[in-house]
């Protein structure tokens, strides 16, 4: 995939590209939106577009051995901090630290995206504090959550926020309306109750 080819958010998409071809991309971001909206499909696809090595109209080209690689998950400039179990401990933000201490190894830029960012303790929080502080070169941090407002102000202030919307109503037809066994009336309800979040809108399906 790509930016591009990424469904709905047009206006984050068109952001980030900007950041891109006008060479400020932060060493820190935060996406913002409710769950089901593309936060984690973004982060990734911006990932491979930093480390692309023939951007095509400011936008990841799919067919370089970076992109591969990204798309594949495989890419060892593409870090994910996830929550170990409730939370995001402090463990994983000084095992992240010692290897922001290397320079990447075959990208332009190591790109960390740290998933569910609320769910960091406040230990990590401010662990994690110090890093933005002093950020290495040549890493970008992009901290993904639906509730920004849970997050440390300290750790907000010193992120680009990047605000995800709620998907149309019409994107999330057309999405649900590919899966094996559904009707049109159902795909109409679960798309008009999802409000915005193609999340939502799969559970009610299932329902």
């Known amino acids: 995939m790509s930016l591009s080819s990424i469904p709905g958010q047009a206006r984050a998409k068109r952001f ?9 991309v932060p060493h820190a971001l935060l996406f913002s939106g409710l769950a089901g909206v593309g936060k984690g499909l973004l982060a990734r696809e911006f990932a491979g577009l930093l480390n692309c090595k023939q951007p095509q109209n400011h936008d990841g080209c799919n067919h370089c051995s970076s992109c591969r690689k990204s ?38 830029r190591r790109v960390t995206i740290l998933e569910d960012a609320h769910r960091l303790r406040e230990e990590a929080g401010n662990a994690l504090l110090k890093l933005l502080e002093e950020p290495p070169k ?3 941090l992009i901290l993904i959550t639906p509730e920004p407002q849970m997050l440390l102000q300290t750790l907000v202030s010193r992120c680009c926020h990047v605000r995800l919307q709620p998907l149309e109503k019409q994107l999330i037809m057309e999405t649900l309306e590919t899966l094996p066994g559904v009707d049109a009336s159902t795909v109409h309800r679960a798309a008009r109750l999802s409000m915005g979040s193609l999340d939502h809108a799969r559970r009610f399906m299932e329902d």
Do not use: M, T, Y
Not at 16 to 24: A, D, N, P, Y
Not at 87 to 103: A, C, G, S, T, V
């Open 71 to 108: 798309a594949a998950g495989i890419h060892p400039d593409l870090l994910w901090v996830k929550p170990d179990g409730a939370n995001i401990k402090i463990e994983q933000i000084r095992n992240l630290q010692e290897q922001l201490r290397f320079p990447p190894f075959e990208g332009f």
């Open 16 to 24: 980030l590209q900007q950041l891109f071809r006008k060479g400020l």
């Open 138 to 140: 040549n890493n970008v």
